[in-house]
């Protein structure tokens, strides 16, 4: 099983797909103005009291203010709220917590209006992201995420991965890192950290305690809506989550991007600095791995099993549904059983993926085909419990009921992920009219003599339909030969089938579309 990933650098951002043996498993687009990102610390101010929800409102610039309950201030929240406040107003200089001496925990089932006033200063982190018209979740129980350890300022407790069995190994880390922790910080030793020697984890707790020290030092001089800490960019968060030893490349399109990210896998794991890659190809980065064509089509709100079935999505307000249908295969099997299993185990593996890749949350209920036998119905239950055991969100899956209705709870702490499938005609371009299409070629080579000729632009770069690419530049002399016969200039054509079958665009070396002018 290869596992690759994939990022394209865009002008908003990036786009990041992990492939599973060349099929996409997750898929994210990251937005260079999005600021509240999962994990990030923020200097916030309370704005509201609530007591009839016991949260309070806290401004930490979005526009719609954060939400922060009573049961996320943690336990510790007096102990980081003094230190809040005794470093905004310097009456301490040091930025570890060594002799600092712990507040009394509070009450675990207190009022937040007894530890909280309005317009104070308080330390937050991001849980959840804004979605929709709410603002973002916070927490006060911080938590600074590495590639083997998680440390968490206000604890003495280490606390070891419940995925790592084996009893000798658990009380090795145990031991390791109750000799090397700082005092007063807590540490979640993570499932990857597994067998790794001691310099590996004192390295990433180092690594750990820098970042939280470059915080406290900004916080002495942080104005309100401030970030103090940062957590890393979408793709970098994913390769400290899942980098292992099935990762076969990174590729990526952008020098800067290939430089940051082989610089933070050099940091990580050097062993596997060599599978980073700067793609320099003539085609887009998805077009060439395939990327585009797969996201057309499994995001649509009807999906394709490979027999013949098909999945129905749809999204409401509350919940996610899915009807799985057993479409033209049902004339392929020996009876209808067997056809409502065989296609609900395939209607299995596509769930999970769709669940990952569109990160789908909440209450997802998918209605399955009807099977007699209960020991079927605990087949594909196993079955999905199986597939989703990669997925890196935290989910609840229930048994079949009786109607054959699975239902699955999934963590959501970022927006679900929509792409328009559906195209703009390419024949009347959403108006209703229908042009000379005919004409499109003619219409294209106009345009490319009019900004060669009177706007005298050089190093052109024609994006088209592959159709269109294939017009152009297949026979001899190709379309694209005459050109250059004509003109003096070799004109780069690029296919792009993102693109409708009558759409096109001129771009210049810079990336710059060519507008033009009259």
């Known amino acids: 099983m290869s596992n690759e990933l994939v990022i394209n650098s865009t002008a908003k951002g990036g786009r990041i797909a992990l492939l599973r043996d060349k099929r996409i498993v997750e898929y994210h687009i990251e937005e260079s103005e999005n600021q509240f990102t999962v994990g990030d610390i923020y200097l916030g101010t309370v704005r509201k009291i609530s007591p009839g929800s016991n949260a309070a409102f806290v401004d930490i610039g979005h526009e719609k203010d954060a939400f922060l309950h009573y049961q996320d201030l943690g336990p510790n929240f007096s102990s980081l709220h003094k230190l809040t406040q005794d470093v905004i107003a310097k009456r301490i200089n040091g930025t570890r917590l060594n002799g600092v001496q ?34 973002p979740r916070l927490s006060c129980e911080l938590s600074l995420a590495g590639r083997y350890i998680v440390l968490v300022p206000f604890s003495n407790s280490v606390n070891i991965s419940k995925k790592i069995t084996n009893k000798q190994e658990r ?77 076969d490349s990174i590729t990526v399109d952008d020098k800067d991007a290939y430089e940051d990210i ?23 980065i998805f077009e060439q791995f395939g990327i585009e064509k ?27 549904v899915i009807d799985v249908n057993s479409g033209s295969r049902s004339n392929t099997e020996a009876d209808q059983e067997a056809t409502a299993v065989n296609t609900n185990i395939e209607a299995v593996k596509e769930i999970a993926r769709q669940l990952r890749v569109r990160d789908m949350g909440g209450i997802i209920s998918i209605d399955f085909i009807d099977m007699k036998k209960a020991e079927n119905k605990r087949l594909i239950y196993e079955k999905m419990k199986e597939e989703m055991q990669s997925d890196r969100s935290k989910f ?12 699955i709870t999934r963590q959501r702490v970022r927006p679900e992920l929509h792409i328009s499938t559906g195209e703009t005609c390419p024949t009347c371009g959403g108006t209703g009219k229908v042009g ?17 000729t009177r706007q005298n632009e ?12 294939a017009y152009f530049t297949n026979g001899l ?40 002018i009259p």
């Open 102 to 135: 712990l507040e009394a925990e509070i009450d675990k089932f207190g009022k937040i209006s007894q530890v909280l006033t309005k317009n104070a200063p308080i330390l937050v982190q991001v849980v959840k992201e804004p979605i929709s018209t709410k603002g």
């Open 477 to 516: 002399p190709s379309r694209r030969m005459k050109w250059f016969f004509r003109y003096k200039t070799w004109i780069k054509i690029v296919k792009d089938s993102s693109l409708g079958i009558t759409e096109y665009k001129f771009v210049n070396k810079f990336g710059d579309e060519i507008e033009i």
């Open 458 to 469: 050089k190093h052109i770069i024609l994006t088209v339909h592959p159709y269109l690419h």
């Open 294 to 320: 797969q996201l057309k089509s499994i995001f649509g709100r009807s999906v394709s099993l490979p027999g013949g079935g098909y999945l129905i999505i749809e999204h409401t307000e509350a919940m996610h």
């Open 396 to 407: 609840t899956i229930l048994p079949l009921t009786k109607f054959g209705v699975m239902q």
């Open 262 to 284: 082989r610089s933070y896998i050099h940091t990580i794991a050097p062993d596997k600095e060599k599978i980073v890659k700067l793609y320099s190809g003539k085609n887009k």
């Open 171 to 247: 009380q090795r880390l145990a031991r390791l890192l109750n000799s090397i922790k700082p005092q007063n910080f807590g540490i979640i030793v993570r499932t990857v950290a597994e067998s790794k020697e001691v310099a590996e984890l004192d390295r990433d707790l180092q690594n750990l305690m820098e970042k939280w020290e470059n915080g406290m030092k900004l916080l002495r001089e942080a104005k309100p809506r401030e970030k103090i800490i940062g957590e890393m960019n979408r793709a970098s968060s994913m390769l400290r989550d899942m980098l292992n030893e099935s990762f």
């Open 436 to 452: 000379p299409t005919i004409l499109l070629t003619d219409q294209i080579e106009s345009n490319l003599e009019y900004i060669i």
